[in-house]
């Protein structure tokens, strides 16, 4: 089998395609794949340490607001467009799979009108624009929200491949981050970059936490520094990064997260409660929408950024850790959405597909 696929931008694209890659991989071991991203976003150096081949199209988004760099973008995605049939043309793939990003939207297109068989895959609990562009080009729609239905359009249940990946992962040891085995652990981590906003908060709360459970804040690197002068108690603790954080989720007895979509399918994967903080800056404010179609199941806590103050942050961490029993409902409530083998799932589509 020979397959095309394309994401880019955010690891909340790429990562879930390298996951349906190595699906497919376990199913067929001769299987060939081209990887078209981008010339300039992340997935040009992540995807050639994979050794798989890798084009890149010089494209770039749309302005969501009136902006002549939308004529450019105009003319490079025709120029994208042209490209990506002449490589789907040459390379005579027997499907083409899109996982996000607008990179994704030429060569679905491009795909469609070569008679390519195509399949995307939307991560988040609405679609993004690219996806959404694409829908008309694509034979079947693989969701990670049971919520998502879209009348007119194959839409398949299969869940995030990359939730699969955390049931794989040797957990770390709390003691690597100094943290105590015998006490509840608070999770806090906005991402790998952090939040300013967050941190402010936070800074302010360093001595406000209970001292019945530890509390690891990771601050991203951009702001640790800013934490070395700060007084704090002795059992809130500190990184700037931990790499291959979700090897933490299984001991983590309560998350404080962005909404993104990795991030929902790997705690929803360790059943680890969680407390959002929506990023407000993310395109139709789709991490709240993600964080509301698991509140809406009860299944985690909500506080948006509006809405964050110390105070607010504190008490709702300490109600929730202290209650064992709405704990356990959250627990039973994120395994009821826990879709085991999604990638299997993904894989017996492009199957379908395919034959």
């Known amino acids: 089998m020979k397959i095309i696929v394309s994401a880019g931008g955010t690891g909340g694209h790429i990562y879930p395609a390298l996951a349906i890659i190595n699906k497919i991989k376990e199913h067929d071991k001769s299987a060939d794949f081209l990887y078209i991203g981008t010339t300039t976003r992340m997935e040009k150096d992540i995807i050639p340490e994979h050794n798989i081949k890798y084009i890149g199209l010089d494209t770039y988004g749309l302005q969501r607001k009136l902006s002549f760099k939308n004529i450019k973008a105009l003319f490079k995605y025709l120029s994208a467009i042209k490209k990506s049939k002449e490589i789907i043309k040459e390379y005579k793939p027997d499907i083409v799979i899109g996982c996000g990003g607008y990179v994704m939207a030429p060569v ?68 690597k981050f100094g943290l105590s085995d015998n006490k509840k652990l608070v ?130 961490i300490n109600n929730l850790i202290n209650n064992e029993k709405e704990l356990k409902s959250i627990k039973s409530n994120l395994k009821k959405l826990e879709v085991l083998d999604a990638g299997e799932k993904i894989y017996k589509e492009i199957e379908k597909l395919v034959k």
């Open 108 to 175: 679905i297109y491009a795909a469609k009108k070569c008679g390519c068989k195509t399949l995307i895959h939307e991560q988040n609990s609405i679609l993004g624009l690219s996806n959404k562009m694409m829908l008309k080009y694509t034979d079947t729609l693989c969701t990670s929200f049971k919520s998502m239905k879209i009348d007119g359009v194959n839409c398949v249940y299969t869940g995030n491949p990359q939730g699969d990946s955390v049931h794989n992962l040797v957990p770390y040891s709390k003691r």
């Open 187 to 316: 999770l806090i981590v906005m991402g790998s970059l952090g939040s300013k906003t967050v941190n402010e908060v936070l800074k302010s709360s360093l001595t406000k936490f209970d001292s019945s459970y530890e509390v690891l804040i990771v601050t991203g690197k951009d702001y640790y520094e800013d934490y070395k002068h700060i007084k704090r108690n002795s059992n809130v603790f500190i990184e700037p990064f931990i790499d291959n954080l979700n090897r933490l989720f299984s001991k983590t007895d309560l998350l404080v997260s962005r909404a993104g979509a990795t991030t929902i399918s790997e705690l929803i994967g360790t059943n680890t409660p969680t407390i959002f903080i929506p990023s407000p800056y993310v395109t139709e404010n789709h991490q709240y929408k993600n964080a509301m179609d698991l509140v809406n199941n009860g299944a985690s806590k909500i506080i948006e950024e509006k809405d964050l103050t110390s105070e607010k942050l504190v008490n709702e």
